[in-house]
């Protein structure tokens, strides 16, 4: 099932100047930039979160990045990803993101528990921006649905079976964001 979350115009915010921590090839902190700055090309490795979540019969709660999103608009990706603050407990900020996102509370999920950490690159060929991420991958079970979508964050919701989801991407990868399937695999092997 595919629900479309247009509706009320997205809030007046610029993300894009929170800033993020940096850290080394180990996941060490470095320092700090802007969220614009960690993903302007070469692009900078800072620390990021993406959350899984599940439904109770397996299937994965995937979202369409809205078309306002400066990387990767409009693909298909896990429930949410974000960014702590410096300093910032990650699962704290990763569940602030699914209710600012999705709506979802800490009251509709399983405890939220981090299956390990996934780092990547990926270039974003129609903006030239850049995710270098040390990504904290997250996966929790759902119970009930998503009703409350930010529209500035989120076009469709759907649920998916993890084998097909796999054979789309494997044939449509352009469809989804480059993170996705090393977040899934990841998520897996909790």
């Known amino acids: 099932m595919v629900t479309n979350m247009a509706g009320a115009a997205p809030a007046a915010r ?3 100047q929170l800033p993020v921590e940096l850290v080394d090839r180990a996941g060490r902190p470095l320092g700090t930039c802007t969220v614009l700055k960690a993903h302007t090309a070469p692009g900078r490795l800072h620390r990021a979160f993406s959350v899984v979540l599940y439904d109770p019969a397996g299937r994965v709660l995937l979202q369409q990045r ?3 999103k400066t990387r990767f608009a409009r693909r298909w990706s896990n429930a949410c990803c974000g960014h702590p603050a410096p300093g910032q407990d990650v699962a704290a900020a990763a569940m ?3 209710t600012a996102e999705l709506g ?3 009251a509709q999920l399983t405890p ?3 299956a390990g950490v996934y780092r990547y690159r990926a270039d974003d060929a129609k903006t030239k921006y850049v ?3 040390w990504d904290h991958v997250f996966r929790a079970i759902l119970i009930g649905g998503v009703t409350a979508a930010d529209p500035g964050e989120v076009s469709e919701v759907r649920w998916a079976s ?3 989801l796999a054979a789309e991407i ?3 990868p352009d469809d989804f964001t480059p993170w996705l399937a090393g977040v899934l695999d990841r998520a897996s092997e909790a």
Do not use: S
């Open 14 to 16: 610029d993300r894009e």
């Open 66 to 68: 809205a078309a306002v």
């Open 96 to 98: 602030a993101r699914l």
């Open 104 to 106: 979802v509370t800490a």
């Open 112 to 114: 939220l528990t981090e």
């Open 131 to 133: 995710e270098y991420e």
């Open 162 to 164: 993890p084998g097909p």
């Open 170 to 172: 494997a044939e449509r």
